[in-house]
T-cell receptor, first 111, second 114 residues
Framework: GENVEQHPSTLSVQEGDSAVIKCTYS??????FPWYKQELGKRPQLIID?????GEKKDQRIAVTLNKTAKHFSLHITETQPEDSAVYFC??????????FGGGTRLMVKP | DSGVTQTPKHLITATGQRVTLRCSPR?????VYWYQQSLDQGLQFLIH???????AKGNILERFSAQQFPDLHSELNLSSLELGDSALYFC?????????????FGPGTRLTVL
């Protein structure tokens, strides 16, 4: 089955700096890669996603890149703000429609 | 608010007991997914139902079972509970079962097994 690894597990940045979270996946048939943000005690919420036929997608301060050959994808957050502090999960959906999540990255943005 | 509802919010029970968690998907969504999130852990996929039929199974224990009813709500049954089953259980829904559909998560049910 699919295996998704996510790094780093914790990330601390200064407000205004950029943050990058990286994920690798194992199943070359995976074709959809969403990123979820989970605030403490809350539900995971989709913040951006990318399909396998696209290399990059941007939405305001958030961008995701996908390298299918290397089987890795990354989340980039620019101009970080304290409200960006949360746990971020990457995920990969395989041909069997199963979503496998990475272990999560706890992002702390220091004001 | 994602439109997905889960009841109860909290559940405290004893080892060996059986509980039922309920999920109502967003209006019109046919797919329901169940996930388990243990303390400081990621989200583990348990099972996926689409329009009443089981579509995919993840790391779901034999003591756990689920079903989706004709009105599309779903229930996750956990039996012979162990301390290690304490976790946050999320359900999520999406319109269809296709590859590119966002999954909308419910608020979760926090299960504590004493």
């Amino acid at each position: 089955g699919e295996n998704v690894e996510q790094h780093p597990s914790t990330l601390s940045v200064q407000e205004g700096d950029s943050a990058v979270i990286k994920c690798t996946y194992s199943d070359s048939a995976s074709n959809y890669f969403p990123w979820y943000k989970q605030e403490l005690g809350k539900r995971p919420q989709l913040i951006i996603d990318i399909r396998s036929n696209v290399g990059e997608k941007k939405d305001q301060r958030i961008a995701v890149t996908l390298n299918k050959t290397a089987k890795h994808f990354s989340l980039h957050i620019t101009e970080t703000q304290p409200e960006d502090s949360a746990v971020y999960f990457c995920a990969a959906k395989d041909a069997g429609n199963m979503l496998t999540f990475g272990g999560g990255t706890r992002l702390m943005v220091k004001p | 608010d994602s439109g997905v509802t889960q009841t109860p919010k909290h559940l405290i029970t004893a080892t060996g007991q059986r509980v039922t968690l309920r999920c109502s998907p967003r209006s019109g969504d046919l797919s329901v997914y169940w996930y388990q999130q243990s303390l400081d852990q990621g989200l583990q996929f348990l099972i996926h139902y689409y329009n009443g039929e089981e579509r995919a199974k993840g790391n779901i224990l034999e003591r756990f079972s689920a079903q989706q009813f004709p009105d599309l709500h779903s229930e996750l049954n956990l039996s012979s509970l162990e301390l290690g089953d304490s976790a946050l259980y999320f359900c999520a829904s999406s319109p269809v079962a296709g590859a590119y559909n966002e999954q909308f998560f419910g608020p979760g049910t926090r299960l504590t097994v004493l």
